[in-house]
């Protein structure tokens, strides 16, 4: 599909706008795919291959140290992508190193009633209030690189039960940046196990909604989200 580019194929690699959309159709009607009811269930361990899900990355603890972080089986993003706490005793979220942050226009353009924006996205601020123990000071959070903020959560170093040993990563070693997960190879932060969701049947949806100027898919994935039908446009 080239619809970005405004043409409807690249002979160059064989790309056309009709063969895209003959991929697009068998996905939508092999019956295999649906959206989930809860669009944050996208997100959690437990619907890893979900019935959303047509392709994803999986991940896992086990493979890397600091010693070897590039031979990870793990998803480094999430520690890029966490919010950098200094003292890792937040209850909910491990420290990060706050890259990728959530634009404030980006974050003001969803409508405050769509559920899907507290899913991507979270304050500082929210981020701290989610644990009643902890305050946040120029002691416990530092400003990363482009600070805005707001944190992408969907990616992120949510603290994890190690499956290994049924222990949180919080209650290891705290003298290690992160705590090394007793029983596991390889340091939480450096593989993190939550897996990449790269194309979801949302994804699919709006694709056949612009290839074929109907707002029918379009809707559905609005629809999921309780919000109103809309008019195809461009």
Known sequence: YTGYYGKTELASVGATKDKALGY??????????????NYGDNFLLSHEYGIESIFEISHMYKGADWGNGYMSEGNMQS???????LDDKHALYSRGWSYGQVTQDLYDSYDPADPRRSVCAITVEELAALDPKFTLSDKTFEQGFQH?????????????????????????????????????????????????????????????AELTESADNLNKVRQRAGLADVAYSK
Do not use: H, W
């Open 148 to 208: 805005t903020g707001i944190f992408n959560i969907k990616y992120t170093t949510k603290r994890k039960v190690n499956p290994d040993t049924g222990k949180a990563d919080q209650e290891i070693d705290e003298n290690t940046y992160g705590g090394a997960i007793e029983g596991t190879i390889g340091d939480p932060q450096v593989c993190n196990q939550e897996n990449e969701r790269i194309i979801r049947y949302a994804d699919v949806l709006l694709m056949e």
């Open 79 to 85: 520690l890029m992508m966490g919010p950098r706490f």
């Open 24 to 37: 697009i159709n068998d996905i939508i009607n092999s019956g295999k795919f649906d959206l989930e009811a």
